[in-house]
């Protein structure tokens, strides 16, 4: 048998090189390819996303053009809308209050869509026996909440209704962890949450409800999507609220399996999210102007408060059409 030559060898070697490095090119530009065919979005427990991501009606109808679903999970709004303008994922929901924050800030966000309102499961509360029977009361009081949450803002509302200025109350910035050591404890003398915590302290703290958010907010969720993504998948937006809207739907009418399934994830106990779920309709509003005069609402007396920096119009972060 005739022996190949060197030349040939180093022929041989340098083909396989090449081909080698050709393949690797190759996959690495399909698996670019393929993770720009990915949305990227940010959940909380205690939301509608959560919904859909338990169905997992999504991954099926975004396969039909391509794309993928990747879930990431956080525990508070305003940590989800840091990664969102970080570029860490594409769209997420929060409630009314973060997004304003996000705008005041720069962050190149848009707003999507809007839940519906959740008022009659945000509200003020004090412990069984206290001498606190009125919002007239809470003058001089200790009250608990979240800076700059949809509670800061029904507060706020509701002290201005009967004549109380924000600095005749002592505010006690917790989150609902934290105010809920601090109020069972005794240590403050209001709560203001928002479900699942307000059902959860009326019936296992016997808390009362001195008053829901009913004519000082709608409380609503918003889901909202970076500029660039929005920009270039619109066709994925819709079908994301799509879905979220039909698993919104089979939330309302089946609420046999959405309580243990919420309460499992939660840990929370059922009697506690049936009474979430049923002073609520899971839902998508478009973003009508009532409803981003709400948002502004929100922005100009956070702004007045001194809580935001500068001024914002809310509508300039609405989705292009």
Known sequence: MKK?????????SLFLMVSTVLIGCSARGEEEKDSTNVIRIGYQKNGPLLILKSLGTLEERLEEIGFTVEWNEFQAGPALLEALNAGSIDLGRTGNSPPVFAQAADAPLVYVAAGKSKFKGSGILVPEDSPINSLEDLKGKRIGFAKGSSSHFLLVKALESVGISYDEITPAY??????RVAFEQGNIDAWVVWDPYTASAQINSKARMITDGEGFTTDRDFFLATKDFASKHKEVLDIVMQEVQKSSEWANQNHDKLIPMLADVLKIDEASIQMTVERRVYGVDKLSPEIMQEQQEIADTFYDLEIIPKKINVEDALISE
């Open 4 to 12: 190949s030559s060197p030349i040939f060898y180093a022929v041989m």
């Open 174 to 179: 917790l989150q609902p962890g934290d105010a």
